[in-house]
Every structure is written in structure tokens, then in C-alpha cells.
């Protein structure tokens, strides 16, 4: 990659929540830049910071204290309409839980951002349909998410996140509620829109095989990272 803005930069990211009085300390200063184009894997123990920090990555939360850049641009000085903005059109976001509409079937849920973002009926359509072919669920455009296996439902939520053609994808133990070989194909499915699009990754993960897939393993440890490696080199 030549660009040279990375496409996330922390630098002293506290967070703490109120918490019986006072305070967690969530976060303990995270100094962390992502590059464009690369796909990281968050890993550590239960309770030590990552969804924390990914949600403060997504401005679903805000930082007690430090900066988050995002795409260039500084999360603090953004206004709610300009962070929604973010969220709806340049950061997908997958969550352990698949977090579908059960009474949309697959299509309308890959639709329901595109809606939001006023994209016309029929484009919207056209796109949806190309986007469920791309996870490989052409047949079953219109089923309701309860009649959809887990790793079905997963790919669906792949599909919406990308609805909007977002530069960067945030996932939340993506692969959690799945049995190893459809959380593998999970894992596939980002290496191919790493590959193919250059899309920028970055998911957590508690899954060992999941995290030897990405390009890079950053390492959490009570609030802070500890440790950032390139499991295995790969050709540019
Ligand atoms: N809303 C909250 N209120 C109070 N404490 C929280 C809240 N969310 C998370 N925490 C605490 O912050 C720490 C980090 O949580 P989290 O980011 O969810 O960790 P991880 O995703 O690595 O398991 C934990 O000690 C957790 O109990
Ligand atoms: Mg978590």
C-alpha cells in the first residue's frame, strides 16, 4: 500500500465507565495505527478491553480520554450527524451476534442501510442481490433470518455491512457463535474482500485459527496492547 494515511490511529485511548459510584478503567492508553489495506486480528483474555475499543474505533462510544483517527479524520471534532454519517457510509460493523431484523428476510436486511442512506428501490435491490451472490447466498434472498443457519445468518450481516461500500470493517468475534468449519468460512470470506478489494479489516477474536489468518495479531492485556505481530508474510 502507498497511501500513506493509515486508516486507524489511537493514541492514548483511556476509557473508563461509571461503574456502583466510580469507575472501570476499561482502557488503559492504547496506542494503536492500522494501515490501509491490512487485516488485524485483536486478540487477549475475557474482560481486557476489545470490544471496548472497538466500539470507541466504530464512534458507537466515546474515549475518556486520548485521539482516534479514523480515515483521516479526528473522531473528537466530528459532530453526532458527521459521525452517523461515518457509521452509516465508511465503517461496516459485525457483531458476535449477527444482529439481523428477523421480520426482514436476507434481502431487506442487506437493503435497510442503503434505505437509510436514501439509495433508489431498485438500486438498492440490484445491489443486495450482488452482495448475498458475493457471501454465496444467492438462494435464499428471501429468507427470514430464523430460517437461516448461523454462519447463513453471519454472512447476511457480511453482506449489510458492506451495503454502503464501507473503506473499513470492524468485527466483534464474528466467528463466536459458529462451529469451527463456518467460522473458517467466515475467515475466508475476509481474506477474499482483503484480497480482492483491499478492504481494511480489523476483528477480534478469541480463535486461534481465526487469528493466524490475518496479516497481523495485536495483542491486549488489561487495557492496553502489549504485543503486535506478523504471523506470516504475504506477498504484496
Ligand atoms: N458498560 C459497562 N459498564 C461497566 N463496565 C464495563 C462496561 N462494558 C465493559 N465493562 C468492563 O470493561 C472491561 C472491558 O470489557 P470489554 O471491552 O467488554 O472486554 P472484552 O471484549 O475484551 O472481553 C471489563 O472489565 C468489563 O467488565
Ligand atoms: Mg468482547
New binding site residues.
Partial sequence: MNRTEPAIRTRGVVKD?P?AGSA?R?LRGVDLSVAAGEFVAIV?P????????LNLLAGIDDPTEGEIELLGRSLTTLNEGERSALRLREVGFIFQRFHLLAVLTAAENVELPMAEAGVPRGERRARARELLEYVGLDDRLGHRPPHLSGGEQQRVAIARSLANRPRLLLADEPTGELDGRTGEEIITLFERLNHEQGMTLVT?THDPSVATRAGRVVE?RDGRVVGSETPHSRAP
Fill in positions: 465507565y461503574y472501570v476499561a487477549g475475557s474482560g481486557c478491553g476489545k470490544s471496548t475499543l477480534v491486549m
